[in-house]
């Protein structure tokens, strides 16, 4: 590689953009493999969850009419749709009902605290005695 330098910003882009480039191309290649492992387990997952489904009815088949097995094996598998639905809710936390409100005005929802600072060496401010109502 040449440098000539009036020519060195340019070039000096030029190979950081090769870089960058060739850093994203290897991170997609590892990215997209693991998608296809993922993608093939999921598969084998339904398989498995369809001769297992299969199994059960015909295993209780052989001792209630068809109709009943059919019916407890798709109740067993709404129920277990039921508990992974509520227990992925759970885990990714309830979203609030509604953003705090601000402190101040002009102050945006979320934005940090901070707390007033005071020097070292200012007085206290006066405290304020209780007042007690008489009713």
Known sequence: METNLPN?????????????????REQTK?????????????AAGLYGGAALTAFLLLALGMALPYWAAALIVAVL???????????????????PDRPPAPLEPGVP?????????????????????????HT
């Open 8 to 24: 060195l910003p340019e070039q000096l882009s030029q190979v950081v953009r090769d870089a960058i480039r060739d850093e994203l």
């Open 109 to 133: 929802p979320g934005a940090p605290v901070i707390p007033p600072t005071i020097p070292p060496n200012a007085p206290e401010p006066p405290r304020r005695a209780p007042t007690t109502r």
């Open 77 to 95: 598998l709404l129920a277990a749709a039921v508990l992974l639905s509520r227990s992925a809710r759970d885990s990714r936390g309830a979203p």
């Open 30 to 42: 590892k990215q997209r493999r693991a998608a296809r492992m993922y993608a093939g387990a999921g």
